[in-house]
């Protein structure tokens, strides 16, 4: 049997996220641990729980929804989260994804599309209409990593020259005079921003970035 997933529903409908927990909990591998209706509340309910996946209606009344997903990411960077929208997308899609979400699907969907759509995300695939396809949305801005300009912080960059070099994080937090803690939280701005979800994809995309930054300037 498949691993449990943790699903988290954020919206501003409570029937609305009442049936969308009813459809997702008839799969014995899904299991709804929250509906929560305010975006700050969600992200420390995400914060708190890490869930594996989390839909996030895109009205959230005043609240941004972007906003909350970059914080989501930031407090959660391994959380998947998908975006449940009443519009087409195509204007939405390329912007949200860049901020790290996992996926878009419009609040009409069928519950087949849904369940389609997470057992895509537990392979780390997503899926996308084929209409949206066929309007050749892509490709997608090339990103600051894939043109060669990394975009970490000078500590952020120290951070992973010395986690690529092997050094332990408590003897990196006493070299730049921080906490432990505060490493933690450096790591999941690192991951955010080069687009991971652990360290060794970490070291991996940073190392392919400065092979990069070489050939440039070679």
Do not use: C
Request: charged fraction near 20%; avoid cysteine; proline fraction near 4%.
């Amino acid at each position: 049997m498949s691993q449990v997933w943790k699903i988290a529903i954020i919206g501003s409908h409570p029937t609305s996220m009442l049936g969308t927990k009813l459809i997702l909990e008839e799969q014995k591998d899904l299991q709804v641990i929250g509906m929560i209706q305010n975006g700050q509340e969600g992200v420390k309910f995400v914060e708190d729980h890490r869930p594996n996946l989390v839909l996030l209606d895109y009205r959230l009344g005043e609240q941004s929804a972007e906003q909350v997903l970059e914080k989501m990411k930031q407090v959660s960077p391994q959380s998947h989260v998908v975006m449940m929208t009443d519009h087409d997308g195509l204007s939405l899609l390329q912007g949200l994804i860049s901020r790290g979400a996992s996926g878009m699907l419009s609040k009409q969907a069928s519950p087949f599309q849904l369940i389609h759509l997470i057992a895509g995300l537990r392979e780390d695939v997503t899926a996308l209409p084929l209409e949206w396809v066929k309007q050749a949305i892509w490709p997608l801005p090339a990103s600051p990593i894939a043109e060669g300009n990394l975009p970490l912080t000078e500590t952020e960059t120290f951070i992973m020259e010395r986690i690529v070099q092997g050094i332990t994080y408590d003897k990196i937090a006493v070299e730049i005079e921080v906490s432990r803690r505060s490493i933690d939280n450096y790591l999941r701005k690192i991951y955010v921003k080069l687009g991971v979800n652990t360290r060794a994809q970490a070291i991996e995309k940073y190392a392919l970035y400065t092979r990069k930054g070489r050939q440039q300037y070679a």
